[in-house]
Nanobody, 117 residues
Framework: QVQLVESGGGGVQAGGSLRLSCAAS????????MGWYRQNPGKQRELVAT???????NYADSVKGRFTISRDNAKNTVYLQMNSLRPEDTAVYYC???????????WGQGTQVTVSS
């Protein structure tokens, strides 16, 4: 079992920045890829960014050049630095961890990010 706790969401004006954090606990030795996804009401959850245990990253095209994902393995924490935020970035952001050989998904509770124009 893995528990994920997110923090750092909130409201910001367009062009501003926010930093999300996600702390993992439990069977953390079995975590491989971690990442951030986002979702708006009535829409599918979409990938924002992922990072492997080795540090390889992947980003959605819509956030490339604006968002940076990083990982502190010593603290079992993954971060999402979000710069140049746009109103369309407004969503609930979820932390994700893939665990074990069969990459079972674990999710955090979500944190709201609201960007006003």
């Amino acid at each position: 079992q893995v528990q994920l706790v997110e923090s750092g969401g909130g409201g910001v004006q367009a062009g501003g920045s926010l930093r999300l954090s996600c702390a993992a606990s439990g069977s953390i030795f079995s975590i491989s890829t971690m990442g951030w996804y986002r979702q708006n009401p009535g829409k599918q959850r979409e990938l924002v960014a992922t990072i492997t245990s080795g540090g390889s990253t992947n980003y959605a095209d819509s956030v490339k050049g604006r968002f940076t994902i990083s990982r502190d393995n010593a603290k079992n924490t993954v971060y999402l630095q979000m710069n140049s935020l746009r109103p369309e970035d407004t969503a609930v952001y979820y932390c994700n961890a893939k665990v074990g050989w069969n990459r079972i998904n674990y999710w955090g509770q979500g944190t709201q990010v609201t960007v006003s124009s």
